[in-house]
């Protein structure tokens, strides 16, 4: 069955912390992976991954995809309160569209 | 333009009521999607229409009808629902099929 993993579940930091965020998946006929923020209502798209070892980087946030150990990883560095959020890993599955997502991880940035 | 427009955004319904979830997107995608989410858990897939046909129905109850008229507007009919359909209900959107998927900001939907 397909699946995709996040871990930790919950994670509290501080301001100016580094974290990182790890996505697992078994998917079969794997074609990418997919970071998003969730705040209080809409995910929002952070990343986009389908090709092994290249790092994607937008500001504080970056991210990279091991095809052949079916991982990815979000990294944060200097955290703020504002990256306050749950982050959802996903990956399609089949032709039609369908996301199978990660359970997310809760993470907190304390002043 | 890359918004996902959904509304209500809140909607308080009893079990009897007939009501509707309007979702529009002008950005040019074909595929259109219907996902529920609860507290504390990941969006589940509710329907998928590509091309505005209805590709995928996730076994989703008959009190949910989902209608897309045309390649911007997709809709989502609620009628007879339960207490536990209670939930945030997201629309999305994405170029063709799987993939960068944009979602719309969600109604809070409450069933009493």
């Known amino acids: 069955e397909d699946k995709v993993v996040q871990s930790p579940l919950s994670l509290v930091v501080h301001e100016g912390d580094t974290v990182t965020l790890n996505c697992s998946y078994e998917v079969t006929n794997f074609r990418s992976l997919l970071w998003y923020k969730q705040e209080k209502k809409a995910p929002t798209f952070l990343f986009m991954l389908?090709?092994?070892?290249i790092e994607k980087k937008s500001g504080r946030l970056s991210s990279i995809l091991d095809k052949k150990e079916l991982f990815s990883i979000l990294n944060i560095t200097a955290t703020q309160t504002g990256d306050s959020a749950v982050y959802l890993c996903a990956a399609p599955r089949g032709q039609g569209g369908k996301l199978i997502f990660g359970q997310g991880t809760e993470l907190s940035v304390k002043p | 333009d890359t918004e996902v427009t959904q509304t209500p955004k809140h909607l308080v319904m009893g079990m009897t009521n007939k009501k509707s979830l309007k979702c529009e997107q002008h950005?040019?995608?074909?595929?259109m999607y219907w996902y529920k989410q609860k507290a504390k858990k990941p969006p589940e897939l509710m329907f998928v229409?590509?091309?505005?046909?209805?590709?995928i129905n996730e076994s989703v109850p008959s009190r949910f009808s989902p209608e897309c008229p045309n390649s911007s507007l997709l809709n989502l009919h609620l009628h007879a629902l339960q207490p536990e359909d209670s939930a945030l209900y997201l629309c999305?959107?994405?170029?063709?099929?799987?993939?960068?998927?944009?979602f719309g900001q969600g109604t809070r939907l409450t069933v009493v």
């Open positions: 389908t090709s092994s070892g």
């Open positions: 999305a959107s994405s170029l063709r099929g799987p993939g960068e998927a944009f």
């Open positions: 229409y590509s091309y505005e046909k209805l590709s």
């Open positions: 950005m040019g995608h074909r595929a």
